[in-house]
């Protein structure tokens, strides 16, 4: 996993801005660090600003004071003698002792046997361990830290009641989560059916900040959930706000077959044909299947849907239950630009002069293969784009990339590389094995 790569659950707490700042997935956790993150994720960053520690290695002018002076308020920290060693690593063992004592289990945890035993016991009845693969005394990472923290997101708490002279009370909170009593999120479980670019059913219109989970439709915070349309899905929704603020795949059920454009043979009475492996397979598709084409519904299920030019069919089981109960189609083309108009916004392909791309009141704005928008008047003589339009006209996705090919060998010859993104621009490059670039015959 790369810094830019992060598991779902880290998303998932970014997008509840719970995420620390600076925070790195792959570098080892200090236990300052783990405070920060578990005071922040109980809303209570703020609350012990004025308060003395007993810790001669903290002091006030430490960014994190605060956060330490709560955790030490709460009964969460007890430090090694008089210091807390802030920088140094947490180990899976501390944190766990922490989380469950700010979760409110530490007096129980104490009855059960203390520090570690105890601690761990409470842990495993809450799930906090789950996907966590440490040893107890082993260091852990902000991914591992960030995985300890989704889950008591997540789990049952005892709710802080009163706070005052180094001792702290809890209330019963009825089985609600940390997420719900300290920031009034319910978290919830349904099957994503639309967002403003895919609806697997239904004449839905939905705007940029809209989705529909089962048959409600609710509002978000703008963020694209385009590729878990289909899927079973947590969503995590803020009852001060009135919206959802993170959506996630669902760890249970959720189980996918996706078939490329190439591997596809045919569709015929209800069931689609394909090759594995050099094998012929075929995959029943029901009449009570959800079937959406480029980001609409089909509305007629035949040979040419499964047709493709090109993409991939992703056959989505949502409950776990062995049937597949939504199709999802990709079908693009690709137009090699020859030439633009832009009054009439027509793209006419450089290959194939049958092959014309009438834009019309579609916003003319593409994306790159670098994720840089790109704009109708941008686009250039052998750009090519990728087109998703749906059956009935509605949905159209472009996007500009350049078409790779293989270098199966390099000859003595000086290898320009032309990189347009927004801006042109000329780098010098070096090739590996692996490489892909675009060849043309035109010279420049």
Not at 58 to 78: F, R
Not at 165 to 181: A, P, Q, W
Not at 224 to 230: A, I, M, Y
Request: charged share 20%; net charge negative.
């Amino acid at each position: 996993m790369t810094e830019q790569d992060n598991a779902p659950y880290i998303e998932v707490i970014s997008d509840l801005n719970l995420l620390p700042d600076n925070f790195k997935a792959n570098s080892k956790f200090t236990r300052e660090n783990f405070v920060v993150f578990l005071i922040k994720a109980m809303g209570l960053s703020d609350i012990s600003n004025n308060k003395s520690v007993p810790f001669s290695d903290v002091s006030q002018d430490m960014a994190s004071y605060s956060a330490l002076a709560t955790a030490y308020d709460l009964g969460i920290i007890n430090g090694n003698g008089n210091e807390f060693l802030p920088k140094s690593s947490v180990s899976l063992n501390q944190a766990i002792k922490m989380t469950v004592s700010a979760l409110g289990y530490g007096q129980l945890a104490h009855a059960k046997g203390g520090y570690p035993t105890g601690y761990i016991q409470i842990a495993y009845s809450l799930d906090l361990l789950d996907g966590i693969s440490k040893n107890p005394d082993e260091s852990i990472t902000g991914n591992d830290a960030a995985r300890i923290l989704y889950n008591a997101l997540n789990s049952s708490v005892m709710q802080v009641a009163e706070i005052g002279n180094g001792s702290v009370s809890y209330s019963d909170s009825s089985g609600k989560t940390m997420l719900e009593v300290y920031h009034g999120i319910i978290p919830f479980e349904g099957q994503l059916r639309g967002t403003k670019n895919r609806v697997i059913s239904g004449a839905y219109e939905l705007s940029q900040n809209q989705v529909i989970i089962d048959n409600t439709t609710y509002k978000t915070n703008g963020a694209s959930f385009d590729s878990l349309v289909g899927y079973t899905v947590r969503a995590y929704y803020s009852k001060n706000k009135g919206i959802i603020e993170a959506i996630e795949k669902s760890e249970s059920g959720n189980k996918t077959l996706v078939i490329s454009a190439d591997d596809i043979s045919g569709f015929a009475n209800g069931y689609l044909s394909y090759s594995e492996n050099d094998k012929e397979k075929k995959i029943a598709i029901g009449a009570d299947c959800d079937i959406a084409y480029n980001g609409r519904p089909a509305s007629v299920v035949n040979a040419a849907l499964f047709s493709l030019d090109d993409g991939d069919v992703t056959l989505i089981d949502s409950t776990g239950d062995g049937s597949y109960d939504t199709v999802i189609i990709s079908d693009f083309v690709n137009y090699v630009v020859s030439a633009v108009a832009s009054d009439e916004k027509i793209i006419y392909d450089l290959y194939d002069t049958a092959k014309v791309l009438e834009i019309g009141e579609t916003d003319e704005i593409f994306v790159d293969d670098f994720g840089n928008i790109m704009y109708f008047e941008e686009l250039k003589k052998y750009d090519v784009i990728s087109v998703w339009k749906s059956t009935d006209g509605k949905n159209i996705k472009m996007n500009t990339k350049k078409a790779p090919c293989k270098i199966q060998s390099v000859f003595f010859y000086v290898v320009f590389l032309r990189i347009r993104t927004s801006v042109e621009s000329k780098s010098f490059c070096t090739f590996g094995l692996n490489s892909v670039c675009l060849i043309t015959s035109i010279v420049e």
